[in-house]
């Protein structure tokens, strides 16, 4: 569902208010266990609401500094760019919404390089998707995951199919496509080749 949020080719505040339109139907369930543990509903609500705002005004070109501490605890909007990036160095990176200090501590944090020292960010998803339609926008990457499921993979076993849905994009039984991981690794297998 969160890909509505990023498949946006421009990086600013309208790129922030793109939620997707599904995820009322999911989020609380995520709320469930604060809920449970006696954390009343009135405080979680401020906290998400707080969450959101802060989320949304990272997604700005404005603030380039990388906010000197603040940056190291906190997210800035140098690393949410990372986070919206399509290039393969930047995939999978800097997933927190506040707090940076979970992909420090997780190996998942990427600083934003210098256009100099290294390719220009490039926003949107890593295959652009050709109709824009809203609903399709919305949809895209479901009626992609049916076609895996459904058409393109058939004759395969059913234990196969569903890793399809439950393993990381991009996995593929045949290797015909690649995971974000198996693409960075490549990436650095030419680095270390031109190096030498």
């Given at each position: 569902?969160?890909?509505?949020?990023?498949n946006?080719q421009?990086y600013?505040?309208?790129?922030?208010?793109?939620?997707?339109?599904?995820?009322?139907l999911?989020?609380?369930?995520?709320?469930?266990?604060l809920?449970?543990?006696?954390?009343?509903?009135?405080?979680?609500?401020?906290?998400?609401?707080?969450?959101?705002?802060?989320?949304?005004?990272?997604?700005?070109?404005?603030i380039?500094?990388?906010?000197?501490?603040?940056?190291?605890?906190?997210?800035?909007?140098?690393?949410?760019?990372?986070?919206?990036?399509?290039?393969?160095k930047?995939?999978?990176?800097n997933?927190?919404?506040?707090?940076?200090?979970?992909?420090r501590?997780?190996?998942?944090?990427?600083?934003?390089k210098e256009?100099?020292?290294?390719?220009?960010?490039?926003?949107?998803?890593?295959?652009?998707?050709?109709?824009?339609?809203?609903?399709?926008?919305i949809?895209?990457?479901w009626?992609?995951?049916?076609?895996?499921?459904?058409?393109?993979?058939?004759d395969?076993?059913?234990?196969?199919?569903?890793?399809?849905?439950?393993?990381?994009?991009?996995?593929?039984?045949d290797g015909?496509s690649?995971?974000?991981?198996?693409?960075?690794?490549?990436?650095?297998?030419?680095?270390?080749?031109?190096?030498?």
């Amino acid at each position: 569902m969160h890909v509505t949020h990023h498949n946006s080719q421009f990086y600013n505040i309208s790129t922030g208010f793109r939620s997707p339109v599904l995820q009322p139907l999911f989020r609380y369930i995520f709320f469930l266990p604060l809920a449970f543990a006696g954390v009343a509903p009135l405080h979680i609500m401020f906290a998400y609401a707080m969450n959101q705002n802060y989320g949304t005004l990272c997604h700005t070109n404005f603030i380039n500094s990388k906010l000197g501490w603040w940056g190291y605890i906190f997210v800035t909007p140098s690393h949410h760019r990372v986070h919206h990036a399509s290039n393969t160095k930047y995939l999978d990176k800097n997933m927190g919404m506040v707090l940076i200090i979970w992909d420090r501590i997780f190996g998942t944090f990427q600083e934003e390089k210098e256009e100099m020292e290294y390719e220009k960010l490039k926003f949107g998803l890593t295959k652009d998707v050709e109709d824009k339609n809203p609903v399709n926008i919305i949809f895209h990457e479901w009626k992609e995951i049916y076609k895996d499921f459904f058409i393109r993979k058939k004759d395969l076993p059913l234990s196969t199919r569903l890793k399809y849905i439950f393993l990381p994009p991009g996995w593929s039984h045949d290797g015909s496509s690649k995971t974000s991981r198996q693409l960075q690794k490549l990436v650095k297998q030419e680095e270390n080749a031109v190096k030498l």
